[in-house]
């Protein structure tokens, strides 16, 4: 949040975006003369703009709340600053992965339509797709677990899983008689 030079010491009384400061010393520093000695002045009554409604959002943000693109800027700061990525990367990739998981899943249901023809059962296929569904949520959260442990690379993880359950699907589309 920027503030023009000077301070407030509040008084009691605040709300979110804009303190309503009674019985306020106001202080102000002449910031092209810093040997200047500040101004001083008592307020009865002052509002005070603490910061815009989008600013204030972020307040409560964290990694996971950021956009892809504040997410790839914050990767690349901490990168900089010397500091370990290695878990937003995973959540990274983890978001940039999600969409695909719809394709798989579509390629997989093709077969699985299709095989209700030769299964002439509609439950049948019902219960392999949430077997299918079952495994994969079964597998995210075991690849999840197993790259918070640092056991295998957050970053690679979601594409592992997806390109199994993807190659499960293609290999199921290809089985299929023509």
Not at 60 to 77: F, M, V
Not at 141 to 170: H, K, N, Q, R
Request: glycine fraction near 6%; hydrophobic fraction near 50%.
């Amino acid at each position: 949040m920027a503030m023009k030079c000077g301070a407030v010491i509040p008084s009691a009384a605040a709300s979110v975006n804009r303190w309503h400061l009674r019985d306020a010393t106001v202080r102000r520093f002449d910031p092209g003369n810093p040997a200047s000695p500040p101004t001083v002045e008592r307020r009865a009554e002052t509002i005070l703009d603490v910061a815009a409604e989008h600013d204030l959002a972020r307040l409560d943000a964290t990694a996971k709340t950021l956009s892809l693109s504040e997410l790839r800027a914050y990767i690349h700061a901490r990168s900089l600053e010397g500091r370990d990525v290695e878990l937003f990367r995973g959540m990274l990739s983890a978001r940039l992965a999600d969409p695909l998981t719809v394709i798989v899943f579509a390629l997989a249901a093709i077969p699985l339509g299709l095989s209700v023809e030769r299964h002439r059962s509609l439950a049948t296929a019902a219960v392999i797709g949430i077997a299918v569904l079952g495994l994969f949520f079964t597998a995210r959260t075991a690849a999840t677990m197993l790259s918070a442990a640092a056991l295998t690379p957050a970053s690679e993880t979601p594409w592992i899983v997806i390109a199994g359950f993807g190659g499960f699907a293609a290999l199921q589309l290809a089985r299929i008689p023509r």
